[in-house]
């Protein structure tokens, strides 16, 4: 195969891992001899804290966890948000929604929230770029046009003023308040950093979760030192789990993962009742060993008794329709009429 349709190719398959546009892939393939570009060790840290605090909550996006897709260097990243999510059925600017996630704040005498250390180190435009006070490292946080960080942060530290919460995020050393945190749960807040290779290493191929799964909701957490995805399919899509985690697994552009041990329901008896829940998971680790750190995969399918919901929540959301049609059980005609009148009577609104 000639070079230069070896590069389209592997260019296309970087595009399915990062989500970013044919054309980067090809030019980021072009200069670096790394499929995908895996982080220094304190970029790494950084992104996996960040990865954990974004993946939080569970809302309706137009792509899992909020993030359209990454631009992955060695040095930095750039996440690409999506415009909005929904929270409780009210919609909900993404950007808002991800400072709320990761910038620092202080409950004073309960908690800090967000990523600890966790600094704003510019900001330009709808590019909020983020560091962390003794590590470093460079996320920058893109929001779709026409954001401005400036407006969206000064509002945001009001309202934290407002109800008697500390914005910590601007300071140019770590508060009191993020010591006396860190000092009472060293174990959590160090959590990001110790499983930073899983963190980084999922950031840089979040795009996985919208192309590859078959799922229509994904939400993550951290349970017991497992860092948990629930990946919710609907009977008839088709939850083929084999194809996501080969991928997610692949030797040359995946993450250095193995299976440790994992549950199939897929051919069991029992899940082709209309009422079971069929849920298979998957625990991987890294293919050595002696590096910490455990990624809990959970592909759920609801049955076809399950009340197929959210659909319209998602195009809202600003969700591909294509995407829609394909992680979703077909609408019968009635249903996309009501549908179709549904969104244009609130969009009109
Ligand atoms: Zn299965």
């Not at 009210?90 to 950007?95: C, D, I, V």
């Not at 078959?214 to 088709?238: C, M, N, P, Q, R």
């Not at 298979?280 to 399918?301: A, H, V």
Request: proline share 4%.
């Amino acid at each position: 195969m000639p070079a230069k349709g070896r590069i389209a190719q592997r260019a296309r398959i970087r595009k399915t891992f990062t989500g970013e546009s044919a054309q980067h892939a090809q030019e980021q393939l072009l200069s670096s001899a790394e499929l995908i570009p895996a982080a220094t060790d304190r970029q790494a840290a950084l992104e996996s804290q960040v990865m954990l605090s974004l993946g939080g909550g569970r809302e309706y996006w137009a792509h899992p966890l909020g993030i359209a897709s990454v631009l992955p260097f060695k040095n930095r990243i750039i996440i690409i948000l999506d415009g909005a999510t929904q929270s409780y059925g009210q919609p909900f600017e993404m950007n808002l929604h991800a400072a709320q996630l990761v910038l620092p704040y202080a409950e004073p005498e309960i908690q800090v929230n967000g990523v600890i250390g966790l600094r704003v180190s510019g900001m330009s435009g709808r590019d909020l770029s983020l560091t962390h006070l003794e590590r470093g490292g460079e996320v920058i946080l893109r929001g779709v046009k026409g954001t401005r960080w400036h407006e969206i942060l000064s509002e945001l530290k009001d309202n934290y003023r407002e109800a008697g919460l500390v914005p910590l995020w601007h300071l140019d050393k770590q508060s009191r308040h993020e010591i006396d945190h860190e000092n009472a749960y060293r174990k959590i807040v160090n959590y990001g950093t110790v499983i930073s290779w899983l963190g980084s290493g999922l950031l840089r191929r979040v795009a996985l979760w919208h192309t590859a799964s078959t799922a229509y909701t994904t939400s993550s957490w951290k349970s017991d030192g497992d860092w948990v995805f629930e990946l919710d399919s609907y009977y008839g899509i088709g939850n083929d789990h084999g194809k996501f985690l080969s991928l997610l697994m692949d030797a040359k552009w995946g993450i250095d993962l193995k299976v440790e041990k994992y549950t199939c329901e897929c051919k069991a008896p029992w899940s082709s009742s209309p009422y079971h829940m069929k849920a298979c998971y998957y625990y991987l680790t890294n293919r050595d060993s002696s590096i910490p750190g455990r990624l809990q995969l959970r592909f759920r399918t609801l049955g076809p008794a399950y009340e197929v919901q959210d659909r319209e929540q998602f195009l809202e959301a600003g969700a591909e329709p294509s995407w829609v049609d394909r992680v979703y059980p077909a609408l019968r005609k009635d249903e996309k009429a009501s549908t179709q009148s549904s969104l244009v009577s609130r969009r009109s609104k």
